[in-house]
């Protein structure tokens, strides 16, 4: 299967990737984040370009805020949202974490310029306030409370909605597996804005509001299996076959390429058809 192309292999600074990433938009999209970029910059004019997940990424002594780019909305994820201020009430997405706190723009929308500019000065003074912070009183993961692995590797994950208990999930996945984890969760993010999150039964399920889940994936011993819940209706239907009639499954492993072109087209024909309701 396909991978897609990093920023290291392509050898190309980032900066020059958020402009590719802007021009292939071509659309009100691409406007939208030029524009914010801008801001950022003018905000913090110190402020380092990154590419990573595939989406433009801005840093100052830490993560500052991601931009992703879907059909109907421009995201801009900010790292430690969740501790910011924001008295103008900026941050209208993933307003259900203890972490991150996000911004979504849609064709149309205006941004308070001056409220945007003083949400990014104030994500840089947290990040620098952490990193002078003294090591000996950074918060540390504690060894008792990584969540265990059961069977295969599988992450032992409380059941709870949101995306914060699927992003805990995909931390604890072991080795290679995580970074799977991480592409499938973006992958399903992009193709399906309006995407609902959850874990149960120690995996993440997506699904739409009001139409029930659509696929889940889990941690094997030598792959990852990802379910979809009505693949029998895809076209083509992933290769997998099951049990359950309309199940079918695609498993992923270690050495295999993603093809990640095809795995958003089922995302899309699935999030598309009425899903499973346990």
């Not at 909605?161 to 805990?168: F, I, K, L």
């Not at 499954?249 to 024909?269: G, K, N, P, S």
Request: glycine share 6%; aromatic share 8%; net charge positive.
């Amino acid at each position: 299967m396909k991978k897609k192309i990093d920023s290291s292999s392509r050898g190309e600074p980032p900066s020059r990737l958020i402009d590719a990433r802007i021009r292939e938009l071509d659309d009100w999209r691409g406007e939208t984040l030029s524009r914010l970029r801008a801001l950022i910059k003018q905000a913090d004019p110190a402020v380092v370009e990154e590419w990573k997940w595939d989406v433009p990424v801005w840093s100052h002594d830490g993560l500052i805020c991601t931009g992703e780019t879907y059909r109907s909305v421009v995201k801009l994820t900010f790292h430690r949202g969740a501790r910011m201020k924001d008295p103008r009430k900026l941050f209208n997405s993933s307003l259900e974490g203890n972490t991150r706190r996000a911004i979504d723009l849609h064709e149309g929308d205006e941004v308070d310029e001056a409220a945007f500019k003083a949400l990014i000065r104030e994500a840089v003074t947290l990040n620098t306030r952490y990193e002078r912070m003294p090591s000996k009183v950074k918060p540390k993961a504690s060894a008792a409370a990584k969540p265990a692995l059961l069977a295969g590797g599988n992450p032992q994950i409380a059941k709870a909605g949101g995306d914060a208990p699927v992003q805990a999930y995909i931390a604890a996945m072991p080795a290679w597996k995580r970074e799977v984890g991480r592409r499938l969760d973006a992958l399903v993010a992009r193709t399906v804005p309006e995407v609902r999150k959850a874990v149960k039964w120690n995996s993440p399920f997506y699904g739409i509001e009001g139409q029930g889940w659509f696929l889940n994936f889990h941690c094997y011993a030598k792959y990852v299996k990802v379910a979809f819940f009505r693949g029998a209706s895809l076209r083509p239907p992933p290769p997998g076959e099951s049990r359950q009639e309309e199940v079918r499954y695609l498993d992923i492993r270690e050495d295999d390429e993603l093809d990640e072109a095809q795995l958003a087209t089922w995302i899309r024909q699935a999030a598309a058809l009425p899903g499973w309701a346990p």
